[in-house]
């Protein structure tokens, strides 16, 4: 990775309205969090709805579709990924240090608020196994959407029917579709560490690792090729 890039990437990123985006949604889990502690309702009726339902299902996926897809695809969009690509360097190094940044910034802005809701549940245990699915969710989440703005001019629209379509409706009625679902990894992988009542997967943990490695080498591959074939102009050959 070069670390060069790495805080071009970052400040770029986080100085773009779009950042913006990422802040409500983190306050209003935590808002939710404390009306269900003092509502006095059961945790166990209250968490999965707010921790995986809204955590992992939403603000996980969401914040990694409008990370991941602006790392590369803001700078193919205005065109200052000409700069980038008449630098020797190896396009996998470009890859990597981009999709690095994404997932720092996805994990820290859902791993975060997802970890002070469930330390104000009470649940340090709960808190551990969201910082880790988060992270690993993150990690697939972002290499797939990075990927997906190299394959389309439009990666947030064809992310968004992805998240919607597959991720939070088709798993509803199809049990196979778990498989492929990185929000059910992410819940697996959290549950598996948390043991607690507000979280409940149906994936198992052996199966949710070794599919989010899939999707993870999966992505990094495609959007090194994809890379590769793109010529000065910005433009795939």
């Known amino acids: 990775m ?23 949604m983190p306050l209003v889990l935590i808002g939710l969090t404390l009306l269900g502690v003092y509502s006095g309702v059961d945790a166990a009726d209250w968490g999965p709805p707010v921790f995986a339902t809204l955590g992992l299902s939403v603000i996980l996926p969401l914040t990694a579709l409008i990370v991941g897809s602006s790392v590369l ?26 999709l690095f940044v994404a997932w720092t910034v996805t994990t820290v802005a859902t791993a975060v608020p997802l970890a002070i809701g469930a330390l ?19 990690l697939a989440y972002t290499a797939l959407f990075l990927a997906l703005s190299l394959l389309t001019k439009r990666p947030v629209a064809v992310g968004l029917v992805y998240i919607m379509l ?33 979280l409940s997967s149906s994936v198992s943990l052996t199966t949710s690792v070794v599919v989010a490695i899939v999707f993870i080498i999966a992505g990094t591959v495609g959007a090194t090729a994809k890379l590769r074939s793109f010529a000065l102009t910005g433009e795939a050959n």
Do not use: C
């Open 2 to 24: 070069n670390t060069t890039i790495m805080g071009l990437t970052a400040r770029a990123l986080l100085g773009r309205r779009r950042v913006l985006m990422l802040l409500p």
């Open 73 to 98: 695809g803001l700078e193919i969009d205005d065109g200052t990924i000409t700069h980038l690509l008449t630098k020797p360097l190896p396009r996998s190094e470009i890859v990597l240090s981009k």
């Open 120 to 138: 104000i549940a009470g649940s340090s245990a709960l808190a551990i196994g969201l910082v880790v699915g988060a992270a690993v969710g993150s």
């Open 166 to 198: 597959w991720e939070n409706l088709l798993v509803n009625f199809v049990s196979g579709a778990r498989v492929f679902s990185v929000q059910q990894h992410a819940t697996a992988i959290a549950d598996a560490i948390a043991d607690s009542p507000m």
